[in-house]
């Protein structure tokens, strides 16, 4: 059985938006009631990085694989609501 070569590393580029968790906006005055502002506050970022895909890998995983490392170097918050702007991926060599 001939030996499988394995697959080329992959260059990716992801941008993300991400929704950040709601802060207090002013503290109370002195005997005032606490007065909590809330609001959808956003950010993003683009994150680009080479993985080195498994023999067998998916496609499905390569991106998983690529979004986990992302929300990672990003320092997503867990439970954050995050949206996918832009998606790329491709072999890691010119030729």
């Known amino acids: 059985m001939p030996k499988k070569t394995p697959p080329a590393p992959r260059h990716f580029v992801l941008t993300l938006q991400w929704t950040l968790p ?12 606490v ?7 956003t950010a993003s970022a683009t994150y680009a990085a080479v993985i080195h895909p498994a023999p067998g890998t998916t496609r499905e995983q390569l991106f998983l694989d690529a979004l ?20 790329s991926i491709g072999r890691n060599e010119i030729t």
Not at 23 to 32: K, L, S
Not at 35 to 41: G, P, S, V
């Open 22 to 33: 709601p802060t207090v906006e002013a503290p109370p005055a002195p005997g005032q009631s």
């Open 68 to 87: 986990a490392a992302t929300r990672k170097a990003l320092r997503v918050p867990d439970g954050a609501s995050v949206v996918v702007l832009h998606w």
């Open 35 to 41: 007065i909590t502002l809330t609001t959808d506050r």
